[in-house]
């Protein structure tokens, strides 16, 4: 018997049908279309989904959820955040942001353990951050390695270790003078990723361009908040964008490009994808939605821009957010994630460290916004067939969840509304139940920075519960917050698949083969 039944759900499940459902479609008659029919009930037994059908069989034991007419997703999976990192004192920290999570209807994060230049090993850095996640998580978790010095050694030795460990991602940066890697560096990496497996993801910017632009910006004294944006243009990110593609072309290996702003990079990946390399692309809810006249703060508070301080920036232009828009909808990007990495606004030690002696230093402001609880809510705003909509509830469900599981290795478990995932769902509202919608307001957010830059921002829909493994972790109508600070577990990841493209083509500019002598 079901430990738990949803009923009264409209469930989308965001993949294209398995034999399971065409079976269960053809019996029920139904046409495909990207959600099942209300009517079909979820069976939960032990936290994972068991099965789905109509009239499912319940005893007294069995709970039920009524999912009164609402939409039913996957767990949202975050494939982007930082949380407690040495780099922001005044973030997040596992707790804050995994609560914030659970209340957006994400149920699963993946955040970053950071390599300090002067570590020669990488496992006392893992294990730190492993630490400051266990028992203090409200969601599943798993953990990228950003690596900013690769030796041979931990290339060769330390690597194949972290994937009995389940780590099988990496971050690597082409800028920020302490992360930063060379193209070398890059290749090395490429090179083994490749041969191990790993996924990469990759920060895009070029970073001599931002450094010259800097200097001279100030130079000539313009240094406050906006100037961040004008220090990285998107040249900086179209070239690094390319080069990136180049590297992963010819080592041929699969990569991520993440946080994407700017609409000619994106064209180079767009262009690799018809290629059918293995080019993968993430965007952030930021650039959808914010303008860097954002970065100019407003006449009570004109330091109020450091709010908005992320890399890349902020774009001038509506037309760099329709473009963005554009990747979401055609398949371009593949993974949706918030970068949610914010620093305590108001508070001495937090982005008021760009604000000294009354002077503002835009180049000393921690970069990063928070966003992990409003990702959800933002994009489904625009999510299914009504005229304002700008992408399919199964784009949405693939951008969100379903494809960052697959990237990066929790296929089988996460990101799917099928037997034997996990259930981890969410349950959306109702058209009757909340008709007006849900204005986003700091003092209802429940990460722990001061700010959210979504202020006011109108939504139609929130997840009314999140369920973590069959288990209730958000009732917004009952409590809120109902889960519990240990209920999150770490993710032992497998090895990622390649969602967009494949391995093994040819290499544009080289004769067939030609690698075949030295790769
Ligand atoms: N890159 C990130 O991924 N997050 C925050 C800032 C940055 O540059
Ligand atoms: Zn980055
Ligand atoms: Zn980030
Ligand atoms: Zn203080």
Redesign the pocket.
Known sequence: MFDLVIENGIINYGQTYGCFYIQLLKTLQVTASEVLPLGIEIGIKDGKISCLGTSLPRDADTQIIDAKGGFITPGGVDS?V?FAQNNSPTGDNFTTGSRSAIAGGTTTVLA?ASQLKTETSVIPCLDNYLLRAKDQTYCDYGIHLILTNPTPEIMSTEMPLLINRGITSV?L?M??EPMKLGDSQLLDVLMSARALGFTTMI?A?NSDIISLITDRLEAAGHTDPFFHAISRPQIAENEATYRIISLAELTDTPILI??MSSEVAMKHVRKAQTRMLPIHAETCPQYLFLLSERLKGNPQDTFAGAKCV???PLRHDPKDLEAMWRGIANGTFTTFSS?H?PSTYDHAGGKKLGLKDGIMRYRDIP??VPGVETRLPLLFSYAGREKDSRLSLQRFVQLTSSDPAKLYGLEGTKGNIAPGYDADLVIWYGEEDLREGVTIEQKNLHHGVDYTPYEGMHVKNWPRFTLLRGKTVWDRDGGGIVGDVTDGQFLKRGMGKIVVGKTGGEVNGMLPGERDYWY
């Open positions: 982007h930082h970053f971050k940066y800028t920020y920060h910017e993440v946080h992320c890399s890349p970068d990495a970069n990063g």
